[in-house]
T-cell receptor, first 110, second 115 residues
Framework: SQELEQSPQSLIVQEGKNLTINCTSS?????LYWYKQKYGEGLIFLMM?????EEKSHEKITAKLDEKKQQSSLHITASQPSHAGIYLC??????????FGKGTMLLVSP | NAGVTQTPKFRILKIGQSMTLQCAQD?????MYWYRQDPGMGLKLIYY???????DKGEVPNGYNVSRSTTEDFPLRLELAAPSQTSVYFC??????????????FGAGTRLSVL
């Protein structure tokens, strides 16, 4: 079965600083999904990557999938309090389902 | 736009009681899912459905049952609640088809405590 390891488990950054979250797979990634979860709420879809070397950006968040398709990174530029939450990566684990990592908790201090 | 609606938001059960967690989506999605989220453990798939009348087990199905009689609804049943079922439960739905990727949309969750 596919396993996803996220690092770090948690981090605290000062507002305005950049940060990176990593998601490493035990198998080749054929579809990698990034979600954000605020405390007490459901998951919100951010971005999906498919091709090796692919990169997507939305506002100040950039996600990349490496050429070998076994690792993805999520980079936030100039962090803001609104970026705080739990970030989860999910990978296609069959035609119908996704397997998720354990998540990275991000706190942004003023 | 309602999206995925879960009820109730919170519930406390006594050991051995039964309950049904409700999930409804109004996006005409064919796929629906139930997950549980425990602290520091990510999301674990309980059951999923690829269409009305079709359900399949996920990673942690023991102690749960599901049915899917309509496209819109996917209830999760706990028959004999146990403390190990204390968790946050999320329902999700997606449209999956030829060339269409599995972007799942989540409900706000149900927080369940079994005491």
């Amino acid at each position: 079965s596919q396993e996803l390891e996220q690092s770090p488990q948690s981090l605290i950054v000062q507002e305005g600083k950049n940060l990176t979250i990593n998601c490493t797979s035990s198998k080749t990634l054929y579809g990698l999904y990034w979600y954000k979860q605020k405390y007490g709420e459901g998951l919100i879809f951010l971005m999906m990557l498919q091709k090796g070397g692919e990169e997507k950006s939305h506002e100040k968040i950039t996600a990349k999938l490496d050429e070998k398709k076994q690792q993805s990174s999520l980079h936030i530029t100039a962090s803001q309090p609104s970026h705080a939450g739990i970030y989860l990566c999910g990978a296609e684990s069959g035609y119908s389902t996704l397997t998720f990592g354990k998540g990275t908790m991000l706190l942004v201090s003023p | 736009n309602a999206g995925v609606t879960q009820t109730p938001k919170f519930r406390i059960l006594k050991i051995g009681q039964s309950m049904t967690l409700q999930c409804a989506q109004d996006m005409n999605h064919n796929y629906m899912y139930w997950y549980r989220q425990d602290p520091g453990m990510g999301l674990k798939l309980i059951y999923y459905s690829v269409g009305a009348g079709i359900t399949d087990k996920g990673e942690v199905p023991n102690g749960y049952n599901v049915s899917r009689s309509t496209t819109e609804d996917f209830p999760l049943r706990l028959e004999l609640a146990a403390p190990s079922q204390t968790s946050v439960y999320f329902c999700a739905s997606s449209f999956v088809g030829d060339g269409v990727k599995n972007i799942q949309y989540f409900g706000a969750g149900t927080r369940l405590s079994v005491l």
